[in-house]
């Protein structure tokens, strides 16, 4: 329905546009009125991690055995390495791999 209305697509692009744009913009504004004490400054520091696991953690349960093994070595080369390409490089190869293998 909306590829017949290029306006129409436009403007829920706007839309989109501008509330991502309110939402970002108000968490600095909401974060600029909050004392930020020692509680507050743990929970905020661990909060990247909570965002990586919430991510992983579906694509884990879903993925079965190769998303299991390609995180696994992603993960593991991350640790070696300290290299985010080298650890993406290494899961969808072992990702490949193990599709290639039929697993």
Known sequence: MIEHHPVSFIALLAAMTVTVYLTRISGYWLIGRVTIGPRLRRMLDALPGAIIASTIAPILVQGGLRAVLAMGAAAGVMLLL?????????????AAGAFALGL
């Open 82 to 94: 300290r290299n985010d390409f080298a650890a993406i490089l290494a899961g969808v190869a072992v």
